[in-house]
């Protein structure tokens, strides 16, 4: 039975830092792209990051570009999403996902396994 547990969210001030974790069990987790994604209130689900099977490549939507950082942990079979610098708009459930398919993808429907999500409250 595929599980990922998110953890680390919270309620942070705005400027503030936060970092997430997703563990992953019951799948071989090198042989999955890891991604994270959010969705807030009266939102759509919104892609947020992705990083490759080896941790090699990267993707980031443009509003989170140089303020987060997603990384994995083979051997520990996490993966982690650095939030700095967060902002009111940051507020969201997040939740990350595993896609066992060849191409690192920025689409939701593209990934196999979701997680049950994490919330992230950024207060002004």
């Known amino acids: 039975q595929v599980q990922l547990v998110e953890s680390g969210g919270g309620l942070v001030q705005a400027g503030g830092s936060l970092r997430l974790s997703c563990a992953a069990s019951?799948?071989?987790?090198?042989?999955?792209?890891m991604g994270w994604f959010r969705q807030a209130p009266g939102k759509e689900h919104e892609f947020v990051a992705a990083?490759?099977?080896?941790?090699?490549?990267?993707y980031y939507v443009d509003s989170v570009k140089g303020r987060f950082t997603i990384s994995r942990d083979n051997a520990k079979n996490t993966a982690y999403l650095q939030m700095n610098t967060l902002k009111p708009e940051d507020t969201a459930v997040y939740y990350c996902?595993?896609?066992?398919?060849?191409?690192?993808?920025?689409?939701?429907?593209?990934?196999?396994?979701w997680g049950q999500g994490t919330q992230v409250t950024v207060s002004s």
């Open positions: 996902a595993a896609d066992g398919s060849s191409i690192l993808n920025r689409l939701g429907r593209r990934y196999d396994y």
């Open positions: 019951g799948l071989p987790f090198s042989n999955y792209h």
């Open positions: 990083i490759s099977k080896t941790g090699g490549s990267a």
